[in-house]
């Protein structure tokens, strides 16, 4: 079983309000990732570290969405002004990002944007 | 461009019954396979993972893949299902040289009674 963690599970909010999520990634594992699954179960990269230096983002991130792995913290995800089309699972990996690059899932924090 | 294929979206099998969850990917590099399995309100679990060697790798729970450089194809066998295997399977391709990861659209499995 994983060891990611996520939290929270599950996130409830208002068009325009902040949504933070939190991820604990396996450990040792140095490299982190975080994808939106939308309800069509099509994935979305959002943005990746190595330590806490980014590696690669897309502009969507740049722009409302905010992330962070600080060291001997949890890494996290904030939306700064939620919209409908946030709805999804945010899912959190880690990974040895060396060779093969196995990615191991958190179980996810399911934003509702109403 | 690389992309993963997987040309079913749902398929119903009886329990007890034998499985294949069909899995083909287009990358002009050395791919690094995975399966994946997603239970209701979970994240991803990994079932198994190719990278070389032997082309038929075995995973948790009965599960086994097949790979065929020939076919570009990554399938997933199971000789007999169960009720629990119900879930959506996804097959990934991850690239080399990089971080970059491909998900195929995954397979919705029911296992009936």
């Known amino acids: 079983n994983s060891k990611v963690i996520q939290t929270p599970r599950y996130l409830v909010k208002g068009q325009g309000q902040k949504a933070k999520m939190r991820c604990i990634p396996e450990?040792?594992?140095?490299?982190v990732f975080w994808y939106q699954q939308n309800k069509n179960n099509e994935f979305k990269f959002l943005i990746n570290?190595?330590?806490?230096?980014?590696?690669?983002q897309i502009d969507m991130t740049e722009k409302r969405f905010s992330a962070e792995c600080p060291s001997n913290s949890p890494c996290s995800l904030e939306i700064q002004s939620s919209e409908a089309g946030d709805s999804a699972l945010y899912l959190c990996?880690?990974?040895?990002?060396?060779?093969?690059?196995?990615?191991?899932f958190g179980a996810g924090t399911r934003l509702s944007v109403l | 461009a690389q992309s993963v294929t997987q040309p079913d979206a749902r398929v119903t099998v009886s329990e007890g019954a034998s499985l294949q969850l069909r899995c083909k990917y287009s990358?002009?590099?050395?791919?690094?396979l995975f399966w994946y399995v997603q239970y209701p309100r979970q994240g991803l679990q990994l079932l198994l993972k190719y990278y070389s060697g032997d082309p038929v790798v075995q995973g948790v729970n009965g599960f086994e893949a097949e790979f065929s450089k020939s076919n570009s194809s990554f399938h997933l066998r199971k000789a007999s299902v169960h009720w629990s295997d119900s879930a959506v399977y996804f097959c990934v391709l991850s690239l080399t040289g990089g971080y970059k990861v491909v998900f195929g659209s995954g397979t919705r499995l029911l296992v009936s009674p």
């Open positions: 990996a880690s990974s040895l990002g060396t060779g093969e690059n196995t990615l191991y």
């Open positions: 450990k040792g594992h140095p490299v």
């Open positions: 570290f190595q330590n806490q230096e980014v590696l690669q």
């Open positions: 990358y002009s590099g050395t791919p690094y």
